[in-house]
Structure formats: structure tokens, C-alpha cells
């Protein structure tokens, strides 16, 4: 059974930082791309960023580019997502997402429960 257990959200004051983290079970981990999401409230959920299985290849939202950080560690099954420099507008749930092979956009297998980032002005 496939798991992915995020953490690391909470409330930070704007220019803050977070690093999130994502815990996975279940899979062959480096078989997988990785990659964040977030679902910001009376919004659609959205990309946020990507990792290749190997983490050699990151992909990102050109609203977080030069802010979030993907990384994985294929021997702890982690990856993680550091962000910088926070906004308010930043304040959304983030759920972590596996598909099995290479990255495609917008096609995941496995889903996270999500973690609450909230940012105060």
C-alpha cells in the first residue's frame, strides 16, 4: 500500500521560511517522480514543483521559481520542498504526489493527506 505522509507546515509570518517534508512507503521510491501541489482556500488545486526520479531534473510553477527548493533523498524515500521568502498568498494546503516513471505534468498516481502552510502578513 502506497503512502505519503507530508509535514512540516504550520504558521509562519511573511518572509518566513518552511521545509516540507514528504515521507513515502510502499513504492519503489526511485522509480517515481515526485512533486508538490497546493490547494489554496475557493481555489483549484495547482502545481507547485517536480523532481526526476533521480533528482537530476526539477520542474516549477513560475510563481515559486527562484523562491521553492524541491529535493529528494531516494535513500530516506523523502522529498522535500523548502520555501523562502514566504506571502500570504502563499497560504494553501500542500500535498506531495508520486507517479510511477518519468514526470508528466498533471498525471500522478499516489497522493498525500496534505499539510497546512499558513502565512501571516
Known amino acids: 500500500q502506497v503512502q505519503l505522509v507530508e509535514s512540516g507546515g504550520g504558521l509562519v509570518q511573511a518572509g518566513g521560511s518552511l521545509r516540507l517534508s514528504c515521507a513515502a512507503s510502499?513504492?519503489?521510491?526511485?522509480?517515481?517522480?515526485m512533486a508538490w501541489f497546493r490547494q489554496a482556500p475557493g481555489k483549484e488545486r495547482e502545481f507547485v514543483a517536480a523532481?526526476?526520479?533521480?533528482?537530476?531534473?526539477?520542474y516549477y510553477a513560475a510563481s515559486v521559481k527562484g523562491q521553492f527548493t524541491i529535493s529528494r533523498d531516494n535513500a530516506k524515500n523523502m522529498v522535500y520542498l523548502q520555501m523562502s521568502s514566504l506571502k500570504p498568498e502563499h497560504t494553501a494546503v500542500y500535498y506531495c504526489?508520486?507517479?510511477?516513471?518519468?514526470?508528466?505534468?498533471?498525471?500522478?498516481?499516489?497522493w498525500g493527506q496534505g499539510t497546512q502552510v499558513t502565512v501571516s502578513s
Open positions: 523532481i526526476s526520479r533521480a533528482g537530476y531534473m526539477t
Open positions: 504526489a508520486a507517479r510511477r516513471g518519468g514526470y508528466v505534468p498533471d498525471v500522478f498516481d499516489y
Open positions: 510502499g513504492l519503489t521510491f526511485d522509480g517515481y517522480a
